[in-house]
């Protein structure tokens, strides 16, 4: 897995940034791309479902392998791969979640990452398990550490319901239809079953409490898992979604509505009481595919929302209050995924990367210069560097492609 990566600078034409009345061209400081196994021939393909930057500096992908074909010659497999600051690729690792060989086949994919202190990983594996007469779904929780040995393995569900991850107080803890905690050494701490609720998206606030978003509900537990509230969310919406807590206790949720690409913003007290709500609209009519509602929060308490649809996306800042400081449209497309530094925010998604500033002018873009899956792209920030990953085509197939930026 230590191969160099394919610094293929000109494949990513520039950062277009407009200062003023000038505009500056302002090229990535690497670009990587990875493609797994496909010197071992076949249709290829290598999905980006996550990536985070460790403790050391390194860009951590999870992604999904996929040789495809007919049933007998497909494969799938979770796969994590590293690259450093460098764009250097360090390993790329397959997990192992089926240590008994049972003559049936497998086919796995990671879904969310996250990292801790030590650069130790922990990653949400799905596995499908076909015989000749039956097919089974079951997620994992698998854990490798920074120089990709893996280091343990968890069974969570016989169903593919846990999508939530996150880590809080040194521990680990996954959410779907149940919420369940683990040491960073694997023991099993607790869980909590919530068969009417499966959760997308999970917040924690000081005192431990924590909140489940998504699967059409708002679901408030305190820190021993005892539920405190529960409340439905709209009845047009979509099960994914997203959640924070607020510095007050309050909490705001995000959530994919119709007509396709608009977002309902609520604020909730700790009690369940709506404050204010406030719908963005879809930024422009589309039958296509939508995006999803994505939410961020800066140290005043103000929000920074975008939603998005296949024709178009919508970038706006709100106050604590939901009044629209600004909004922005443009016609790039999905965006799915959103960082946020000292009030600037950097959005990704259908192959486009913009940055606004804290006026919500744009001021910067950016294109891969190569088709992408648009279901795919993610951001990860490290002090001043930036990372932009997609799925995007290469060597016949789809491979990784992740680009640095430099924040100026």
């Known amino acids: 897995m230590r191969a160099v990566p394919s610094l293929k600078t000109f494949s990513l034409f ?83 979640l089926h240590p008994l060989n049972d003559g049936a086949r497998y086919y796995d994919d990671t879904r969310a990452l996250v990292t801790d202190n030590n650069g130790n990983l922990y990653a949400i594996a799905i596995s499908q398990r076909v015989t000749e007469d039956s097919s089974t779904l079951s997620s994992h929780l698998v854990s490798f550490d920074r120089f990709g040995q893996q280091r343990w393995t968890q069974h969570l569900s016989d169903q593919e319901d846990m999508r939530a991850l996150a880590l809080q107080n040194g521990q680990v803890i996954v959410a779907g239809l149940s919420t369940q905690r683990f040491s960073l050494d694997g023991t099993k701490l607790s869980h909590v079953e919530h068969p009417n609720h499966n959760a997308w998206a999970i917040a924690f606030d000081a005192a431990g409490n924590y909140v489940l978003s998504g699967g059409f509900m708002v679901s408030v537990f305190n820190a021993s898992g005892d539920v405190l509230w529960q409340a439905e969310a709209h009845d047009d919406g979509y099960a994914f979604a997203e959640v924070l807590f607020t510095g007050n ?23 369940g009481q709506v404050v204010w709500q406030r719908t963005l609209a879809a930024p422009v009519t589309s039958y296509g595919m939508m995006g999803p509602a994505l939410i961020r929060q800066d140290h005043r308490g103000d929000l920074y929302v975008a939603t998005s649809n296949s024709n178009g996306r919508r970038i706006a800042k709100l106050d604590a209050q939901g009044r629209v400081y600004w909004q922005k449209t443009s016609r790039q497309g999905i965006v799915q995924d959103m960082a946020l530094i000292n009030g600037e925010v950097f959005v990704v998604g259908n192959g486009r990367n913009e940055k606004y500033d804290t006026q919500g002018n744009l001021v910067a873009e950016s294109s891969t210069g190569r088709h992408v899956q648009i279901t795919q792209g993610r951001v990860a920030v490290d002090g001043d560097r930036i990372y932009a990953g997609y799925a995007a085509s290469m060597d016949g197939g789809m491979g990784l492609h992740v680009s640095q930026f430099r924040n100026q």
Request: net charge negative; hydrophobic share 50%; glycine share 8%.
């Open 14 to 96: 520039a950062f277009i940034a407009l200062l003023a009345a000038c505009t500056a061209a302002v090229t990535p400081q690497w670009v990587a791309t990875y493609n797994h196994k496909v010197d071992q021939g076949g249709d290829r393909i290598t999905w980006l479902n996550d990536m985070v930057v460790d403790s050391f500096g390194n860009v951590v992908v999870a992604a999904t392998a996929i040789q495809a074909g007919f049933t007998q010659a497909r494969e799938e497999e979770a796969l994590l791969v590293q690259f450093g600051a460098d764009g250097q690729r360090h390993w790329a690792q397959a997990a192992n």
């Open 249 to 271: 206790g309050d909490l705001i949720t995000a959530q994919a509505i119709e007509p396709r690409g608009a977002a309902l913003i609520t604020r909730w007290t700790p009690s």
